[in-house]
């Protein structure tokens, strides 16, 4: 099967960024990526790359491995630094500010294989998520808010991380990031290593979180679980735009079908 997208059927660079913006026509984006490069060393990983999403907005990033899609992400997150372009956050530009500054001002992130704090409690796991937080009452209620989405959550508060199973740990993983009561959650891979059953449960919680208007940038393999909640999405292919727009349409494409909807 190839992974090749022609881009005789994609919406590449700047007309990448005009789909974005009939759909989020007279709206302010949340985040925006605009001919953004990145390198590692003398390396190009992302070229020119154009991104937008919308507050309330659900965006998935698809790719295959070496596509580019975890640099993205840790560009968004100021880990790896835009060596040309703009990045902006909030209506203000954000590829000078710290990763630090990014998260206090909106940010969270599910990261890859959860990496939550194997020896601190459940508890204390989400107590962290807060940590830039001193509004106590509104902190107790996303508590609440969090074991409602996952009441396994609490009820196993004092259980440390690390003895938890994956799906559980993926759920302490998104409680933690709901904790800082973020404008845009970042997602990376949320299906990663977890049982067919737990990654429907994980997405439907997306799509619950996703609808309390919270914005959401997942980057994920599995095309079709992603396309099949998100609102639009972009196909990165070595380090570049080579697809973009609405998921049903993206679900429709031929080339997508091909390449990584497992049709032939």
């Given amino acids: 099967m190839s992974d090749h997208l022609g ?13 974005g913006a009939a759909v989020g026509a007279g709206r ?72 630090a500054e990014r998260i206090a001002r909106g940010m969270a992130v599910v990261p890859e294989n959860r990496r939550i704090f ?20 509104e902190i107790e209620a996303d508590m609440d808010y969090v074991f409602e989405l996952f009441p396994r959550l609490g009820e196993r508060l004092g259980q440390l991380g690390g003895t938890m199973s994956g799906g559980e740990q993926q759920m302490l993983a998104m409680g933690r990031a709901l904790m800082s009561r973020p404008r845009l959650i970042l997602m990376d891979e949320p299906s990663m290593g977890l049982a067919p059953l737990f990654v429907e449960r994980i997405f439907e919680i997306i799509k619950q979180v996703n609808e309390r208007g ?14 099949s909640i998100a609102d639009r999405g972009y196909v990165l292919q070595t380090g570049e735009v080579v697809l973009s727009g609405p998921a049903r349409e993206l679900l429709a494409n031929e080339a997508m079908k091909r390449a990584y909807l497992g049709e032939m």
């Fill in 28 to 99: 302010e984006p949340i985040l925006e990526l605009k001919r953004v490069d990145t390198h590692y060393g003398p390396i190009q990983v992302l070229r020119e790359v154009d991104m937008v999403i919308y507050p309330g907005e659900m965006v998935c990033l698809l790719g295959g491995n070496a596509s580019g899609k975890s640099t993205t992400l840790k560009t968004i997150l100021g880990i790896v630094r835009v060596s040309r372009g703009e990045l902006h956050f909030l209506g203000q530009r954000a590829d000078t500010t710290s990763t």
């Fill in 214 to 227: 919270i914005s959401v940038f997942v980057v994920e393999q599995n095309a079709n679980v992603a396309l």
């Fill in 118 to 137: 194997p020896k601190m409690t459940v508890r204390e796991n989400l107590d962290m998520g807060a940590y830039l937080r001193d509004d106590k009452a």
């Fill in 7 to 19: 881009t005789t059927s994609a919406n590449t660079g700047a007309s990448a960024a005009r789909s």
